[in-house]
């Protein structure tokens, strides 16, 4: 055994190096896991302070706390990155210590070797290839009984067998169809589920019999330009701004506000939202209702479904929405399904799409992206040619889809501009607004490309540019956003007649029996006789600016103004108590 | 000065660990309010063509010379020169990539998606190593391979693995192997690259996971000899069956074995063996050709097991795959709706992710059954590698000189200079009869 000095002193020195690297990587390593369990982005303080921020952005004190706060994070990871380097080098010291002893001493030590004579060199050959074997079975076995466990233990909930995948690829039959969850049609009928009605069309079939008047009104919490749905003796809207967005729900006889519900921490929303033109804000796409529940989108990308007693259901966000004026399509329901039309893009599609979601889950059920730019119509469907076809406006194109899968049916380039009008289907005919240009009619019957066979009738005069169409029987009326009123026969798409309603308009008219509600931006709602004839059957003036179209439920007219929500009914024209 | 060297290199390794330790460090972004936008980050463009060309040509010129060092110049210190050379260059200039060792899987890739074609540059790193080997040996290993030039740095007081340990660890490549080519053909990723232990070092990043096991292989490298080459690396699995078959092999003596057993301590890798009595004791002849027997007719079961056990893997296995993992917690968020409160990146993903449940769901059956083909399979290897093994083990091979073994064989030429021939031929001793030097 060497016992020179110099082979101690070497042995002592990689002692004490290798322990010391050992005490260095301890700690290394201890800070390691601490600054990773310990994310100052996740950190409850400044997430508490952030949440204070959003609902009160202006408030400069606590700006000023954050930014000292977020400092002081700063500094903290500064420093630990500068302790491990320091560490790292110290480590790096006591490493190369460690090496250098530890071969010195090693080849102090070395000796050369004296081979010896083996004369059992068989016996030895034959005993260590037994061992080999063995422990080459001990291999084995530990490798198979791993990849027992890995496998036996697996939690996967996938199917394990081709019939069970099989079965799962498979769209349910309608035995399996949850009956119960699903909405009837009569439900949908009864009630103005979403924009202009359950079909899109703005019509109701019953009648007022008389001038409406004001019998109650309710102060809208927050801005918005998304008009009323009515489910019931509820009405809801929503509203919002860049910072808190929110869903109103009213009762429907005395207006009183009976919750609201913000729709925050969406999953992947980010906490700052772009600004949005404040000619669209917010909360310009109008909720849909399904029976069960209420869906409302943000101009954000934040899509929730909540509960009639306002709990939320599931959120989603479906942003960030590339909109040059501000995201304003408004949501479809049919049965069980969900629609958003997300069109995105200044000149050219950036990731438009439309998505077909299942209610009661939020989970996607289908999403087809869509050859068009940023587009502000809302999608309707529509029982046609033996399909139920979701129709879809944007500059150039019309196109259909089939609702139960998204495939494309039909496409017609037709449209330009900034498609803001609403398609309606009345006398057979799909119409639609090439804004400012052109009013057309077109036959939902075909598959392709439509643009040369599809169009029915087309007409350029007294052509909307805001707001959307609305027939009955056969007669289609329109009306501009100067104040035009025009009626088109639905057949041929002849003028019949027109009239300057001397007030401007961008709510949509809807038609109540046999009344054609205008309603102005500046209060005056106008009804018109929805005939052959030109007659103004009453004008009344309301205290208030309106944007948002005009909802029929209940035997009430709902009227969503800038800052009141108006419920109007034939019993008496006087105002009712205030809620 | 060959251990200075080392030293030098071991320097160098734990410069880079201390390195990465500062890389694995991340912090959010703060929120800008002055309209200031992070740079977006990019791609960083492929790989000139000419120099993909340069990279396979330096590659074979490294073939060459190493062939050249072990078998015409018997030089120890000219492999140890081209080791360094290929580190600095295939390790930390080419940044561990493209090798080799993971070369197959892109093979494996190609032949199984139409989509992707192979690059030339890749067929020569996967199959030059291979046709030099079986020329030559494993001439790659002595001098060619940066992973195997790194461990060789660190190597300081080398310690014998007993030899049944080696034989038995020895199959652990081949699986390894396996299980790589079957997450290569499945498009699941390169396993054998993400978790090869020392691409970190030469990338200067790395998770703490890979960075850790890397350490610990350098750390074991002192001590034992190329640990990662002898039982993990898949390509040194290939390398060895080509060797076993090869036209030249490396030997010990420029000339005659005297039988003077001074080669058997130089091998830190275990390579040598003894001579074996070509006559067998007769009161065991029937024993040993009973148990060849035997275990001739064990392998078919052994590889009837081994398929059976891949088939229950399947499932587990097809989860690493992302479009299978993400069928998983979609069906998982159908039966059990979550309400996520703080993101997880995969929830995120999930979340973002927006696309047809049905698409998704068809993609992992269609993955689902490919896997459970290729873990049938997997399994079966598994069978056959262990089988072949046990029958290689119960051949007694016949040897009458101190030889490497031609399969673990890395053709280092450390024990060229531990046998007196050698050390005649290079002048470095008397022959037997000269007169000793005054």
């Known amino acids: ?579 | 000065m060959l251990r200075r060297l080392k030293f030098v290199g071991a320097l160098g390794v734990m410069l880079l660990l201390a390195l990465m330790v500062c890389a694995e460090q991340r912090f959010p972004p703060p929120d800008f309010e002055n309209g200031y936008r992070l740079p977006s980050a990019s791609t960083p463009a492929a790989r000139q063509l000419w120099l993909q060309y340069a990279d396979a040509g330096v590659l074979l010129a490294a073939l060459g010379i190493s062939v050249w060092l072990i078998y015409k110049k018997r030089s120890r210190r000219g492999l140890f020169w081209l080791s360094l050379f290929s580190l600095a260059y295939f390790g930390f200039y080419r940044k561990g990539c493209i090798c080799p060792i993971g070369s197959p899987q892109n093979i494996v890739y190609g032949l199984f998606n139409p989509d992707y074609v192979v690059p030339a540059t890749v067929l020569v790193f996967c199959f030059a190593p291979l046709v030099v080997a079986l020329f030559a040996g494993r001439a790659f290993c002595a001098g060619v391979c940066p992973q195997g030039a790194l461990q060789d740095l660190v190597l300081i007081k080398p310690v014998a693995v007993p030899l049944w340990l080696e034989q038995a660890l020895s199959v652990i490549p081949y699986l390894f192997l396996g299980a790589g080519l079957i997450y290569a053909g499945t498009g699941t990723g390169f396993v054998i690259c993400r978790y090869d232990p020392f691409v970190p070092f030469f990338r200067l990043s790395g998770g703490v996971f890979i960075l850790t096991a890397g350490a610990a292989f350098l750390m074991a490298g002192m001590f034992v000899g190329r640990p990662y080459c002898r039982f993990l690396c898949p390509y040194g699995g290939l390398l060895r069956l080509a060797s076993l078959v090869s036209k030249w092999r490396v030997r010990v003596t420029p000339d005659f074995c005297t039988q003077c057993r001074l080669c058997e301590q130089s091998c830190p890798f275990g390579a040598m063996r003894e001579p074996a009595p070509s006559g067998t004791n007769p009161k065991w002849l029937w024993a040993e050709r009973k148990r060849l027997g035997w275990l001739l007719a064990l392998l078919p079961v052994l590889v009837a097991a081994g398929m059976w056990a891949g088939s229950k893997l399947s499932p587990a296995a097809a989860q690493l795959h992302p479009a299978v993992a993400l069928a998983e917690r979609y069906t998982r968020q159908q039966s059990h709706p979550v309400q996520y409160g703080l993101m997880t990146p995969e929830s995120l993903s999930l979340q973002r992710a927006a696309e047809d449940p049905k698409a998704v769901l068809t993609a992992a059956a269609d993955l689902r059954h490919r896997f459970d083909l290729a873990c049938w399979l997997f399994g079966g290897w598994i069978g056959l590698v262990i089988g072949l093994k046990l029958v290689a083990l119960s051949v007694r091979p016949g040897r009458t000189d101190f030889e490497p073994d031609r399969g673990a064989c890395l053709a280092c030429a450390r024990c060229f200079a531990a046998c007196p021939n050698e050390r005649v031929r290079l002048g470095l001793m008397p022959a037997a009869g000269d007169p000793a030097p005054s």
């Not at chain 1, 809208?220 to 701004?241: K, L, N, Q």
């Not at chain 1, 438009?352 to 050859?371: D, T």
């Open chain 1, 1 to 579: 055994m060497n016992t020179s000095p110099l082979y101690r002193a070497l042995l002592r020195t990689a002692w004490i190096a290798g322990a010391f690297c050992v005490l260095v990587g301890g700690i290394m390593v201890y800070e390691h896991f601490e600054a990773a369990t310990n994310d100052p982005w996740k950190s409850p303080q400044l997430l508490a302070l952030r949440e204070k921020l959003a609902a009160d952005p202006k408030n400069e004190p606590l700006q000023k706390e954050i930014r000292q706060l977020d400092l002081k994070f700063r500094r903290n990871f500064r420093h630990r990155l500068a302790l491990d380097n320091t560490g790292a080098w110290l480590l790096l010291g006591g490493t190369l210590a460690l090496v250098l002893a530890a071969a010195k001493a090693a080849a102090l030590k070395k000796t050369l070797p004296l081979p010896q004579p083996k004369p059992d060199a068989g016996e030895q050959s034959i005993k260590l290839a037994s061992r080999a074997r063995w422990s080459l079975a001990g291999v084995g076995l530990a490798v198979a009984g791993c990849l027992l466990i890995i496998g036996l233990g697996n939690t996967s909930v996938l199917p394990g067998s081709r019939d069970a995948w099989q079965k799962l690829l498979s769209p349910p039959s309608a035995q399996e169809a949850p009956i119960a969850e699903a909405p009837v049609l009569a439900e949908f009928q009864a009630n103005w589920p979403r924009f202009r009605g359950w079909d899109g069309s703005g019509t109701a079939a019953w009648d007022l019999k008389t001038m409406p008047g004001v019998l109650w009104r309710s102060v809208i919490p927050a801005p918005g330009h998304s008009s009323p749905i009515v489910w019931g003796d509820r009405v809801f809207i929503s509203g919002g701004t860049t910072n808190r967005r929110e869903v109103f729900c009213y009762n429907a006889s005395s207006g009183a506000l009976l919750w609201q519900r913000a729709i925050e921490n969406v999953p992947g929303s980010p906490l700052k939202i772009p600004e949005t033109p404040e000619d669209t804000g917010c909360a310009a796409p109008t909720m849909a209702a399904d029976g069960r529940r209420v869906y409302a989108i943000f101009a954000n990308g934040d899509l929730g479904a909540l509960n009639f007693d306002g709990s939320v259901v599931w959120t989603k966000y479906l942003g960030p929405v590339k909109n040059p004026y501000g995201y304003a399509a408004s949501l479809a329901v049919w049965g069980d399904n969900l629609l958003i039309q997300l069109d995105q893009g200044e000149t050219r599609p950036e990731g438009s799409k439309l998505i077909s979601l299942q209610g009661g889950s939020g989970r996607v059920l289908w999403e087809r992206s869509r050859p068009v730019p940023a587009s502000w119509a809302t999608p309707i469907i529509i029982d046609a040619a033996g399909k139920t076809q979701i129709i879809t406006l944007a500059d150039p194109w019309v196109i259909a889809y089939t609702l139960a899968d998204g495939n494309e049916l039909w496409r017609a380039q037709l449209l330009e501009n900034e498609v803001v009008p609403s398609p309606v289907f009345a006398g057979g005919f799909v119409l639609l607004v090439s804004p400012g240009a052109k009013l057309m009619a077109l036959r939902p019957d075909g598959t392709g490309d439509v643009t040369k066979t599809g169009v029915a009738w087309a007409t350029e005069e007294n052509v909307p540019d805001i707001a959307s169409p609305v027939g009955i029987g056969e007669l289609v009326f329109t009306v501009t956003s100067g104040g035009v009123a025009t009626c088109f026969g639905a057949n041929d798409g002849k003028k019949i007649w027109e009239t300057n309603l001397d007030t401007e308009v961008q709510a949509s008219p809807g038609i109540l029996g046999d009344r054609l509600f205008i309603l102005g931006e500046h209060g005056a709602l106008v009804t018109l006789q929805a005939g052959r004839e030109l007659h103004e059957m009453g004008r009344t003036q309301l205290p208030d600016k309106f944007d948002a179209s005009p909802a029929f439920a209940n035997g009430h007219v709902f009227l969503r103004g800038v800052t009141n929500l108006y419920c109007l009914g034939a019993a008496d024209a006087k105002l009712a108590k205030q809620p």
